[in-house]
Every structure is written in C-alpha cells, then in structure tokens.
C-alpha cells in the first residue's frame, strides 16, 4: 500500500520537531556544562592553587585558598557544594577572575563541570530511539551520557 503525500508529510514533521528537541536538549546541556568548564578549558593565565573546605553550608562551602604561582593567597574562597566536598578535603582549584568562588580542576573538576552534557545525552538518546527510529545512534549516545556520568562518579 503506497502512503500518502500527507502521511509522508506528517512523518516529515514529527521527524524534524523529535530532530529539534534532541538539538535543544544538547545545546542547553553544553550551555549549562560551559558555565564551569569553560574556567577549567581555558584556565590559562587565571590564578590556580588548592583550596582546603572548612566549612559547608547549603550551598556552597568555603576555605582558604593556596596558590601555586604568583597568585594571592586569599583567606575564603567558596565553590559550590556537591556531595564529593566534605571538610578538610584538599583539591586543585581554579579562581574565577574578578571573583572568589573556584571551581575544581583535574579530571574529577572537568568530567563533573560536563554532568550536566551526560544527563542530556542520556535524555536525547531517548527521543533519538523512540521518537526518530534511530536505536544504534540511541544506543551511542545513551552509553555516552552513562560514561560520563559513572566516570564522574569514580572520579569524584
């Protein structure tokens, strides 16, 4: 039975709107991924040193800050609590510029500023196999989002 320029067209549509969601959902995924990993990315010239956690609080916590070049020493710095951060834990930092808040660096701080790309792609992969009747690229990308989120859970 041969379809229908309408049914054809209508199958077009939903392509294309499933096509859409999936682009949505990777952008907003590296968008909000960016907000910390560009600092880690492209972390020359910025002040790196280690910041030590004494103290936590809802959400952030805070501790001095050691560089390890001819940065300041500063007495608080804050990052954002996560539940790998716990008091008198020590790890490698970099200073956001004009701020005080840090954000971690290494492989732990690069693979957790991408969780938020992990869970998109895990979402995508979704609507990549359900709705655009893809399931090898569904597949791919369903096992990449869960790479990235158990490494980041190792890591941390």
């Not at 960016?34 to 936590?56: D, F, N, P, Q």
Request: glycine share 14%; charged share 15%; proline share 4%.
């Amino acid at each position: 039975m041969k379809r229908s320029s309408s049914h054809r067209a209508l199958a077009l549509a939903r392509s294309a709107a499933m096509g859409c969601v999936v682009l949505l959902l990777l952008v907003a995924g590296v968008y909000s991924s960016w907000g910390s990993a560009h600092h880690i990315v492209l972390a020359k010239g910025r002040e790196h040193g280690t910041m030590t956690v004494t103290g936590c609080g809802a959400d952030v916590c805070t501790g001095p800050f050691a560089p390890s070049g001819q940065a300041a020493a500063r007495s608080r710095v804050t990052i954002d609590k996560s539940v790998a951060v716990r008091r008198g834990d020590r790890f490698p930092v970099v200073v956001k510029p004009g701020t005080n808040d840090v954000v971690r660096t290494g492989t732990p701080g690069f693979l957790h500023a991408w969780v938020p790309l992990g869970g998109a792609l895990l979402l995508a992969a979704l609507i990549i196999g359900g709705g655009l009747r893809m399931p090898r690229t569904a597949w791919g990308t369903g096992i990449a989002g869960a790479a990235l989120l158990v490494a980041t859970f190792f890591a941390l």
